[in-house]
């Protein structure tokens, strides 16, 4: 099986631009979670979307959007970009969360954020 | 809120045996992960514990006691390729559902 892909690997932007940013997890997955990696912050949770809906939510402010579609791809968007906003974003894909499937989250490469 | 320790660096020498702890304060506490991720990859997963007791998977065992609110990975046989980072995690309640929250993070490097 192929593994989780995201796109673009690397970006850069520059202040107040918005980006938007791709995955496609593994086939049979319909779960999705994205992460920020920064090295102060860590690795931070954005959200999780399962069936098309956001199911949850970690502490980021609303210029951090994403969505899912039918057939499981999810994409985020970050609209006014800040200096701040500069991180690996990850994505992950699960097979059912709400059991103990949902533990085992198979990560993308990550798409490396610059932003100017 | 939650939040996770564990030791920011562990040094080890080839064919040793390390332990990383991980201690935690979260609500709703489901269960403890453990991430491998090295430098340049993405996290790879390893372990997952619901349960009190020792798992084992080949060379990389992991425990959790969750009266103590506390867990560690142990690698065995270390080898040069173990160096890497290692993330607990713990899925817990926040308002807006439940989120997987990670550690910072122990870096391990392995010396011949």
């Known amino acids: 099986k192929a593994g989780v892909t995201q796109t673009p690997r690397y970006l850069i932007k520059t202040r107040g631009q918005q980006v938007t940013l791709s995955c496609s997890p593994i086939?049979?997955?319909?779960?999705v979670s994205w992460y920020q990696q920064t090295p102060g912050q860590g690795l931070q949770f954005l959200f999780e979307?399962?069936?098309?809906?956001?199911?949850n939510k970690g502490n980021f402010p609303g210029r951090f959007s994403g969505r899912q579609f039918s057939n499981s791809r999810s994409e985020m968007n970050v609209s006014t970009l800040e200096l701040g906003d500069s991180a690996l974003y990850l994505c992950?894909?699960?097979?059912?969360?709400?059991?103990?499937?949902?533990?085992?989250?198979?990560f993308g490469p990550g798409t490396r954020l610059l932003v100017l | 809120g939650q939040s996770l320790e564990q030791p920011s660096e562990v040094t080890a020498v080839e064919g040793a045996i390390v332990q990383i702890n991980c201690t935690y304060q979260?609500?709703?506490?489901?269960?403890l992960s453990w991430y491998q991720q090295h430098d340049g990859g993405a996290p790879t997963f390893l372990s997952y514990?619901?349960?009190?007791g020792l798992e084992e998977t080949g060379r990389f065992s992991s425990f959790l006691s969750r009266s103590d609110s506390y867990g560690y990975l142990l690698l065995q046989e270390l080898q040069m390729k173990d160096s890497a980072s290692y993330f607990c995690?713990?899925?817990?309640?926040?308002?807006?559902?439940?989120?997987?929250?990670f550690g910072g993070g122990t870096r391990l490097m392995v010396k011949p």
């Open positions: 979260t609500s709703g506490f489901y269960g």
């Open positions: 995690a713990v899925r817990a309640i926040n308002n807006a559902g439940n989120m997987l929250t």
């Open positions: 086939s049979g997955h319909r779960s």
């Open positions: 992950a894909s699960s097979l059912d969360p709400g059991t103990t499937h949902q533990e085992t989250q198979y």
């Open positions: 979307y399962f069936s098309e809906t956001q199911r």
């Open positions: 514990n619901a349960l009190d």
